[in-house]
């Protein structure tokens, strides 16, 4: 699977977008790109994915880039309750490989 | 309610005591992983299972055994556990390969002294 790069960390105000990005230069074409948030030590919690079109659902928006390199995770009205560590993984088989991801707090 | 469950929750044990962490879907899904999570280390996979009677190992397999003789079940076996394996372990499970996610258990709390 390809590897992916996020920043460590990113803050937001309540109510405002939370826009996180994503690096997956080395993605391939069959690769799915995934999100997943886990809040605290609770199980990760899937968010959405996409291949190659913009999608979107009642969680969130996923922006990829045409080129499929890079992705954008779009919360359009953070909460207090979206902090959390938000997890991008590209995943082409069974595996699902996380990286670090990025703690997303959300301030009042 | 579509889940995964793990039991248990907690767990402590001993060194070299035998145990299992068992994990069920109600989703019906093909594809099952187990992870143990670490501070620093983030999530690693231990096995994955594409179907009954199929598993691979992932990242960290050692000391670990499974088995996926039904569908639904997905119990993780510690034969020999020792301080090291201490961490916190999610099952997942999915229905396809690539174009549905994974559903995580709420997770097990191990602690082996």
């Known amino acids: 699977d390809a590897k992916t790069t996020q920043p460590p960390s990113m803050d937001c105000a309540e109510g405002r977008a939370a826009n996180l990005p994503c690096n997956h230069s080395?993605?391939?074409?069959?690769?799915?790109v995934y999100w997943y948030r886990q809040i605290h030590s609770q199980g990760p919690q899937y968010i959405i994915h996409?291949?190659?079109n913009n999608e979107t659902n009642e969680m969130a928006s996923l922006i990829i880039t045409e080129d499929r390199k890079s992705s954008t995770l779009i919360l359009p009205h953070a909460t207090l309750r979206d902090t959390a560590v938000y997890y991008c993984?590209?995943?082409?088989?069974?595996?699902?490989?996380f990286g670090e991801g990025t703690q997303l707090t959300v301030n009042p | 309610e579509a889940q995964v469950t793990q039991n248990p929750r907690y767990l402590i044990t001993v060194t070299g005591k035998k145990l299992t962490v068992t994990c069920s879907q109600n989703?019906?899904?093909?594809?099952m992983s187990w992870y143990r999570q670490d501070p620093g280390l983030g999530l690693r996979q231990i096995y994955y299972?594409?179907?009954?009677?199929?598993?691979d190992k992932g990242d960290v397999p050692e000391g670990y055994k499974v088995s996926r003789k039904e569908k639904r079940n997905f119990p993780l076996i510690l034969e020999s556990p020792s301080p090291n394996q201490t961490s916190l372990y999610f099952c997942?499970?999915?229905?396809?390969?690539?174009?549905?996610?994974?559903?995580f258990g709420s997770g097990t709390r191990l602690t082996v002294v």
């Open positions: 993984i590209v995943r082409s088989g069974s595996r699902l490989t």
């Open positions: 997942a499970s999915s229905q396809d390969r690539r174009n549905y996610g994974y559903t």
């Open positions: 989703m019906n899904h093909e594809y």
């Open positions: 996409g291949l190659k």
């Open positions: 080395t993605i391939s074409g069959n690769e799915y």
């Open positions: 299972s594409m179907n009954v009677e199929v598993t």
